[in-house]
Every structure is written in structure tokens, then in C-alpha cells.
């Protein structure tokens, strides 16, 4: 926090020698290296982000070098005629966190810390709990009571980590977290912290370098605290000043009807954000009414041109059902990309033929549960006996499938 305007602070470098013009060949060419560091989607790019002595070893599991790919159906359906995912599920615990997360565990670790916390809606909590338990520390969780994913929780159970249920949303979870840390000697890990973006913005560097240096008409990100927008328009910043790119991308970030208050400042025009005060959506992970970056995500839309929108729980089911029948799995949160992106694009503010990247941010068996309630209806299951019979068994079979379309 910073003492003088109560906002909060970021990291910023002198970089005494910088060759943004060898850099490109020396990123990529860490790629093959035998070292999980040297490989990471983060580390790889360690000149953008300078903070570790040289002789420390970051705390990493190999995240990052995610995969984009091009998503025909969900463009079609969006009604674009394009359309690129970067799937940030497919990361070492299954979400975009883990590339913030190793830089700022590395960051604890160098602070001596030994034990670090997080309020969380479930991924920041899974991804702080594999990391500390690679870091040797402990790991302190708070969290919503019955708000979160049973299988974030799992997970952040699998590695250790020690729970508290603190209040019944992520807000009310952060602020006892903020009340608690400094009387605990907890490092917190939450995306106040400066260090979690650093480790995120690297997402746009490896997006940029998988094109080739060719930066996309539009960037799409959901919204939930903002720090995701926030590192990318860092990470563009600083690619920009470099002169590794030439243009800047427009930043659009997407929020579930129930939980967005980003979304009511940006188009009411206002300058002061009015949290949501009992925030509701299915999809749990951006179910946040009082977003602390939002300050830092302001910025990166009206220095991008960028935009924000809203989309309801129905409109996220049909955007993730979309991305389904391409072969993609995400969670909800992530799906509110291309959701905002058919809403934007019916309201004439994309054009059919922009070349759009959504970031998706979490893996499809993150919420479990939403698929079990949400998918039962349109289920398609047939129930067979324990015994097989050679002659009635492909006859019931065959005469199941035929009924469907
Ligand atoms: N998508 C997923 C899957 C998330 O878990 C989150 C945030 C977001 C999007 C929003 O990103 O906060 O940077 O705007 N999850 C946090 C957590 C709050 O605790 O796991 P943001």
C-alpha cells in the first residue's frame, strides 16, 4: 500500500543495459533448455522481470507455455470470423495464477518468509498451496464459507494448506485477511501484491511470441479483483517501451451480471467504484463486488481504448457450451470472454473480422459441480445391465442412438 495516496504500489525497474533486440532469440532458445526455470512461460522471460538475486533459484513448477489455439465454433457463434484461446487452465494447477504465483512465492522466499496467505474464490488458493508446499513454507487460506469449488478446495487441501472460512464472499474474506496478516507474519499472495503481477504479465509476452510479434486488435479477460488486466497492460507497457511491439492491443474485460461493479463504473462513467455488496453469479470464481486493482484497470482500458461488458449466468453457460463443442473445456469465468465477446460484437463495437484473443483462465474440471448441476438436462447417458447379452446388448445400444439427433 502506498503510504502517500493509499493506492496500490507497483514494481517498476532500472534496467541498466537492456537488448530488447536480442531478447526474442534468447526467450525462445530457453525453450529447449534441460532447466524447469529456463523453460517456464515466466522465468524464460527473467529480463522483463528482474527482481531475484542471481544466484536464487525461482521456486517454479514449470508453468506457463500454455497453448493458444484457434476456436472456429466459438468465433462463429460470437459472430466473428475468428478467434484465438489462450488456455491458461492448462498450467500447473490448473489456472493463469501459478504464473503470478511462482514469482511471488520466489519473492517470499527471498523475504525469508515462512508462512504466506490468500483470500481466494479458490484458484489463488490452490495455486499458493502448491507453491508454498514446493517452497517448504505454510500455506494460510481464507475463504468464503460453501462459496468455493469443492475442487479448488481439494486441491489446495491435496498440498497442505490450512483453511480458514472467513465471511461468506471473497471481499469480506480479503478484508479479514488484510486485518489479520501483519499480526500473523503472513506474506500475502493475493494480487494487492505487485510481485503476483509481475509473474503475470509475462502471459503477454508468451501470447505475442507464439504470433509472432503480432499484436491481436483485441485482448479479452473476465474481471473478477482486475489484477489480470492489470499485469497484461504492465506487460504491454514495458514490450512497448522496449519497442518489441508497435501498437497496443484493446483490453476488454468481461464481469458476471451479479458481481460487476468495473463493469457499472465503466459505463456509468464514474470515477469511484461502488462495490457490490452482496456479489452473485454461478460463476464463483468473479463472484467479487469490491475489486482492489480497479484503479490499475481503469487505467489499462482507457489507455488501450479498451472496453468493459457484462454478461448473465445463461449467457456464460451458452459461450462455454460453444467453446465445448470445439473440444475446449474451461470454467465459467473463463467463458465470460467469448459471452462479452457475441454481446460486443451484436452491439457493433467488434468487428466481425478483428483478430481477438480470449484468455481463458481456468480448467474445465475446476468447477465440476457447475457441469454435474448445470449439464444433467441435457445429459446423454444410456444405463445397461451388469451382464452383457451378444444379442440384445447392440440392438439397445444401436436403438438408443438412433433416437438421437
Ligand atoms: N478467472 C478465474 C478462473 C479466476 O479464478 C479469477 C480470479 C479470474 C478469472 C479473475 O481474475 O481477479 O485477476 O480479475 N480468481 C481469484 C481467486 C480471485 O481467488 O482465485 P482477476
Redesign the pocket.
Known amino acids: 500500500m502506498c503510504p502517500v495516496c493509499g493506492g496500490l504500489v507497483e514494481v517498476g525497474y532500472q534496467i541498466d543495459e537492456p537488448h530488447p533486440d536480442r531478447w526474442p532469440a534468447l526467450w525462445r532458445g530457453r525453450q529447449g533448455s534441460g532447466s524447469v526455470a529456463d523453460r517456464s512461460g515466466v522465468w524464460r522471460f527473467r529480463e522483463l522481470l528482474p527482481f531475484l538475486a542471481d544466484d536464487q533459484e525461482p521456486i517454479s513448477l514449470g508453468e506457463g507455455s500454455t497453448p493458444l489455439v484457434s476456436a472456429p465454433g466459438a468465433a462463429s457463434w460470437a459472430g466473428l470470423e475468428h478467434l484465438q484461446v489462450k488456455h491458461q487452465g492448462v498450467n500447473p494447477t490448473g ?1 493463469f ?1 501459478d504464473l503470478g504465483m511462482t514469482a511471488c512465492i520466489s519473492h517470499a522466499v527471498a523475504q525469508g518468509a515462512e508462512m504466506v496467505a490468500c483470500a ?6 490452490a495455486s499458493m498451496a502448491a507453491y508454498a508446499a514446493r517452497a517448504g513454507i505454510r500455506a494460510l487460506l481464507f475463504i468464503p464459507g460453501g462459496a468455493i469449488s469443492s475442487a479448488k478446495l481439494a486441491q489446495a487441501t491435496d498440498f497442505g494448506a490450512l483453511v480458514v472460512e472467513a465471511g461468506s464472499n ?1 471481499d469480506q474474506s480479503l478484508k479479514i485477511l488484510r486485518l489479520a496478516a501483519t499480526a500473523l507474519g503472513c506474506y500475502v499472495v493475493n ?1 494487492i501484491n505487485p510481485y503476483r503481477l509481475e509473474g503475470q504479465k509475462t502471459l503477454v509476452a508468451e501470447l505475442l511470441e507464439q504470433r509472432g510479434w503480432l499484436v491481436p486488435d483485441c485482448i479479452v479477460v ?8 492489470s499485469s497484461i497492460a504492465k506487460g504491454l507497457a514495458e514490450l512497448l517501451g522496449f519497442g518489441l511491439i508497435g501498437k497496443l492491443p484493446r483490453l476488454i474485460v468481461v464481469q458476471a451480471d451479479g458481481a460487476d461493479p468495473f463493469f457499472r463504473l465503466w459505463s456509468s462513467g464514474s470515477l469511484v467504484l461502488e462495490p457490490v455488496l452482496d456479489p452473485e453469479t454461478r460463476a464463483t ?2 463472484r ?1 463486488g469490491n ?1 482492489a486493482n480497479w484503479p490499475k484497470a481503469l487505467r489499462a482500458l482507457r489507455w488501450t481504448d479498451g472496453t468493459c461488458e457484462s454478461v448473465s449466468d445463461a449467457e456464460i453457460g451458452a459461450a462455454k457450451d460453444a467453446l465445448s463443442r470445439d473440444g475446449i473445456g474451461c ?1 465459467p ?2 467463458a465470460t470472454t467469448v459471452a462479452g465477446l457475441r454481446k460486443l460484437r451484436a452491439a457493433g463495437q467488434i468487428e466481425p473480422e478483428a483478430d481477438v484473443v480470449a484468455i481463458l ?2 480448467h474445465q474440471l ?1 468447477d465440476v459441480d457447475y457441469i454435474i448441476e448445470e449439464r444433467t438436462a441435457t445429459e446423454r447417458r444410456l444405463r445397461l445391465g451388469k451382464e452383457p447379452d451378444r444379442e440384445t446388448t447392440p440392438e439397445v445400444i444401436a436403438a438408443w442412438l438412433a433416437t438421437l439427433s
Open positions: 489456472s495464477k481466494s474464490t479458490g484458484n489463488t488458493s471473497f494480487s473476465p474481471g473478477g479483483n482486475l489484477g489480470n488486466v470464481a468473479i467479487i475489486p470454467e469465468a473463463s483462465t481456468g475446476k
